[in-house]
């Protein structure tokens, strides 16, 4: 089914459109400014010999430098290229064999799957939010690729969010490309997200906390007071920040930061978004929630510095690699971590309790004797002669 738009959207001649294939075609600029014009230039000149060395390089330099890829155009050529390296693109897009609609509602997965796919309407240009039949074929195609993907490693385990990352890579590649460059990724920049518990996930984000510590003190002890935790960045992370964000171009433009990066590029970009918004968290209670929503709603502010993050991320991982930090953020982590008490002092409570009860009752019963002498004696010979009574009554009648 062809589509024909082609819609201005909110950073003046930024435009999205549809071809033949229903693939999302966006020239999504950045800056129009001459540094783009001269980008273009260069990207328009590596594109000419993508398969060597000096190439690769170049547009690495230029996804990390401003404005990264400048346009979708430039993306759908140098995003598989960095991913794949020099394979074959028409080759891949051709062995690519749909799944049948009876294979995808068989798969374990598919029900989870689908329901965080329904929910990704927003993740879409606003142009075709309202073309039904646009949309539907874009979700059920995000599916299929999905599934397909897990079905390539029993060890990959779906996640919520892997659909954020994929849906982004679709509006560019289309189905086929998706799935080759997804392929590589999960056994790359995702692999840890894709384990089958998320215990990996929270260790590399406990090294924002090693960066903080090292950099900011005061906000670190402010954190770690309010026992903030790592959950506020895990949506960042884990989605490559494309859940969060409201700004498609920027979305698209971090992706390009990311494909040419270390796979925990993401983890230093998100404290170096906690350091600068250090005076605002200081400010506010300094308690979890509070932090929490300050954090969340700070992403979409118009006027955070994204090209002065992400160079400060970059500056901070260079700082302070992983493997530097990762002992300290470990000893973090184990710290933060909410203590179970000792089986042995778990015991011990239990019998002083039981001793105290015994305790409470014995004073009861002693006070209850000596303030009514009489009416104990009694009630304790009535208590005699009845044992009596029926023991002889059991007696004779045996």
């Known amino acids: ?18 071809n033949e294939d229903g693939e999302l075609l966006n020239d999504l600029t950045v800056d129009t400014g001459t540094e783009s014009t001269e980008k273009r230039a260069l990207l328009d000149k590596l594109g000419g010999e993508i398969d060597s060395i000096e190439v690769k390089e170049g547009v690495t330099r230029c996804c990390c430098s401003c404005g990264g890829l400048v346009e979708n155009r430039f993306r759908e050529k140098f995003w598989p290229f960095l991913i794949l390296g020099d394979s074959d693109k028409e080759a ?3 062995d690519y064999e749909s799944l049948t609609k009876e294979e995808i ?17 927003k993740r879409f240009p606003p142009s075709i939010q309202t073309e039904g039949s646009v949309v539907e074929k874009y979700m059920d195609d995000l599916i299929e690729v999905i599934l397909k993907i897990l079905d390539t ?3 990959l385990h779906y996640y919520q969010g892997f659909h954020d990352v994929l849906v982004t890579f679709l509006m560019v590649l289309g189905k086929e490309l998706t799935f080759a460059v997804a392929c590589k990724l999960v056994q790359s920049h995702l692999r840890v997200f894709m384990s089958k518990t998320m215990k990996e996930t929270n260790d590399v984000l406990y090294l924002m906390y090693a960066v903080f510590e090292k950099e900011d003190k005061k906000l670190f002890d402010y954190l770690m007071s309010a026992e903030l935790g790592t959950i506020f960045a895990l949506p960042w992370v884990i989605t490559w920040f494309s859940h969060s964000l409201n700004d498609l171009p920027l979305v698209l433009r971090l992706f390009d930061l990311f494909i040419a990066s270390d796979h925990l590029l993401p983890v230093y970009l998100s404290a170096a978004v906690v350091l600068h918004m250090r005076d605002s968290v200081l400010d506010c209670e300094c308690e979890m929630p509070m932090i929490h929503k300050l954090l969340g709603d700070s992403i979409n502010d118009p006027q955070m510095p994204w090209s002065k993050l992400i160079d400060s991320s970059m500056h901070l991982m260079q700082t302070y690699p992983p493997q530097k ?5 470990k000893l973090i982590q ?6 179970p008490r000792a089986r042995h002092q778990q015991q011990k409570n239990s019998g002083s309790t039981l001793v105290s009860k015994y305790h409470s009752v014995f004073n009861f019963v002693f006070s209850f004797v ?24 059991f007696k004779s009648g045996s």
């Not at 024909?4 to 003046?12: A, I």
């Open 1 to 18: 089914m062809t589509v024909s738009s082609e819609v201005n959207k909110c950073n003046g001649d930024d435009r999205v459109t549809h």
């Open 92 to 94: 891949l897009t051709k």
């Open 325 to 329: 930090i990762a002992k300290r953020a």
């Open 370 to 393: 000596r303030e009514r002498p009489l009416f104990t004696v009694a009630v304790a010979t009535s208590l005699v002669l009845a044992y009596f009574f029926n023991y002889y009554r």
């Open 105 to 121: 509602e068989r798969h374990k997965d598919y029900y989870q799957v689908y329901v965080d796919v329904s929910r990704s309407l």
């Open 334 to 339: 184990d710290i933060s971590a909410p203590k």
């Open 153 to 155: 490693d029993t060890e």
